[in-house]
């Protein structure tokens, strides 16, 4: 087999280990390089003569600056990126390279907020709570109408189901209809 052969055979195996699932399970996410224009800004530190180093700080961080003011870029610190992970909560996502870092891996399991509107639906209430994310009853199990500022708790339950409950009335399934 030829050497050229020999490395697209490599190359095509090496996609199709990383494609795998088993793969993903085993290979951190947060294992990604940071994005190239970050990186440039951070070499600059290993430039030894004063003037070209604040070059390049000044070139770099002008490009890292239009970058996030032209919205190719985002900054984000682990707050904001945790209340971005509850406000998707309820949705079937794929595990995102935006999530990797160790301490947020762990998938968020339950919510409490407040009820902001309430309104009959197909089998139940359709909810809309104060983040504006919108919650559908759907086991059609009866319940006292739920008003606007009542709190409500919702948690993962069987088979990728979420499992409602507002004050001390019974609970109920619910699914994220969106916001």
Same mark, same amino acid.
């Given at each position: 087999m030829a050497l050229h052969s020999k490395l697209n055979l490599g190359l095509a195996l090496a996609g199709l280990a990383i494609a795998s699932p088993? #793969?993903?399970k085993t290979q951190p996410l947060s294992a990604a390089p940071p994005p190239k224009i970050f990186s440039d800004v951070i070499q600059c530190r290993a430039i030894?003569?004063?003037a070209q180093?604040?070059?390049?700080?000044?070139q770099n961080v002008g490009a890292l600056a239009a970058a996030q003011q032209n919205r190719d870029l985002f900054v984000a610190d682990k707050d904001a990126m945790r209340e971005a992970r509850r406000g998707l #909560?309820?949705?079937s996502l794929p595990k995102m390279r935006i999530f990797a870092d160790d301490d947020m891996e762990k998938a968020v399991d339950q919510i409490e907020t407040t009820i902001t509107a309430a309104v009959p639906g197909q089998r139940g209430y359709i909810f809309t709570l104060k983040d504006g994310a919108r919650w559908a009853q759907t086991d059609g199990a009866y319940m006292d109408r739920p008003?606007?500022?009542s709190?409500?708790?919702i948690k993962r339950a069987a088979l990728g189901s979420f499992f409602g409950t507002i004050g001390s009335q019974p609970g109920f399934r619910i699914e994220r209809l969106g916001n």
């Amino acid at each position: 087999m030829a050497l050229h052969s020999k490395l697209n055979l490599g190359l095509a195996l090496a996609g199709l280990a990383i494609a795998s699932p088993s #793969f993903a399970k085993t290979q951190p996410l947060s294992a990604a390089p940071p994005p190239k224009i970050f990186s440039d800004v951070i070499q600059c530190r290993a430039i030894a003569d004063a003037a070209q180093r604040l070059a390049c700080f000044d070139q770099n961080v002008g490009a890292l600056a239009a970058a996030q003011q032209n919205r190719d870029l985002f900054v984000a610190d682990k707050d904001a990126m945790r209340e971005a992970r509850r406000g998707l #909560f309820g949705f079937s996502l794929p595990k995102m390279r935006i999530f990797a870092d160790d301490d947020m891996e762990k998938a968020v399991d339950q919510i409490e907020t407040t009820i902001t509107a309430a309104v009959p639906g197909q089998r139940g209430y359709i909810f809309t709570l104060k983040d504006g994310a919108r919650w559908a009853q759907t086991d059609g199990a009866y319940m006292d109408r739920p008003k606007a500022g009542s709190p409500i708790k919702i948690k993962r339950a069987a088979l990728g189901s979420f499992f409602g409950t507002i004050g001390s009335q019974p609970g109920f399934r619910i699914e994220r209809l969106g916001n």
